[in-house]
């Protein structure tokens, strides 16, 4: 299993801004997930962070706009970069800590921007 | 790329009735998962299905895997309010860890 935290719960930001978003694992985790979820939507995966290479971007997310960490492999962040109003959304990590195993997820950052 | 079908989108329904999601996927999957999101929360894993044909109870929910391994079903026997919450399927394609999540079914339960 795996016990993530991940902060900010909630922000409210400025158009134009950035917002970084943490996520701490309680073990060592090959890859992290970053998803958007837009209220009442499904999950749409936004890139997986590899430890010591750089981020795998879905089609539709690049990297200048949400830029990723991942520094060793318990820890990532995601940065919404130059915030939008349509960038207001849940944004959550996951890990899945062996392969075609269950996922685990961080609490989610609600992100509003104004 | 791999897409995952999931119906429906809402329903409701009074206590004591049944509830059933179904999940298709366009692809073979390695497995699919099931996840539970309870309002303002996040996903919660309820369950694994490997196998072909696979059939797997937690108390009154009953889940289901194709026997192509395509698609899978959740069926709740008399619902509860405790059961409100989205559902979401989710397929792993197996050569990787990640998992396509269906569009999920947000169920409400009228006490």
């Known amino acids: 299993s795996a016990v993530i935290s991940q902060k900010p719960s909630r922000d409210i930001c400025q158009r134009g801004t950035s917002l970084t978003i943490q996520c701490q694992v309680d073990?060592?985790?090959?890859?992290m997930f970053w998803y958007r979820q837009q209220p009442g939507q499904s999950l749409t995966l936004i890139a997986t962070?590899?430890?010591?290479?750089?981020?795998?971007?879905e089609s539709g997310f690049v990297i200048d706009k949400f830029p990723i960490s991942r520094p060793n492999l318990t820890f990532s962040t995601l940065t919404v970069s130059n915030m939008s109003p349509e960038d207001s959304s849940i944004y959550l990590c996951?890990?899945?800590?062996?392969?075609?195993?269950?996922?685990?997820f961080g609490q989610g950052t609600r992100l509003t921007v104004v | 790329g791999q897409q995952v079908m999931q119906i429906p989108q809402y329903q409701h329904v009074q206590e004591g009735e049944d509830f059933t999601t179904y999940c298709n996927s366009s692809t073979t999957l390695s497995n699919i998962q099931w996840y539970k999101q309870r309002p303002g929360g996040h996903p919660v894993f309820l369950i694994q299905l490997v196998k072909s044909g696979e059939v797997k109870k937690q108390k009154r929910l009953t889940f289901q895997f194709g026997e192509a391994k395509k698609n899978s079903s959740l069926h709740i026997t008399a619902t509860q309010t405790t059961d409100v919450g989205t559902y979401f399927c989710a397929g792993a394609g197996g050569s990787n860890y990640k998992l396509t999540f269906g569009k999920g079914t947000l169920l409400t339960v009228n006490p």
């Open positions: 073990s060592q985790v090959t890859m």
């Open positions: 996951s890990v899945t800590p062996e392969m075609d195993t269950e996922a685990f």
């Open positions: 962070a590899n430890q010591g290479s750089e981020a795998t971007y």
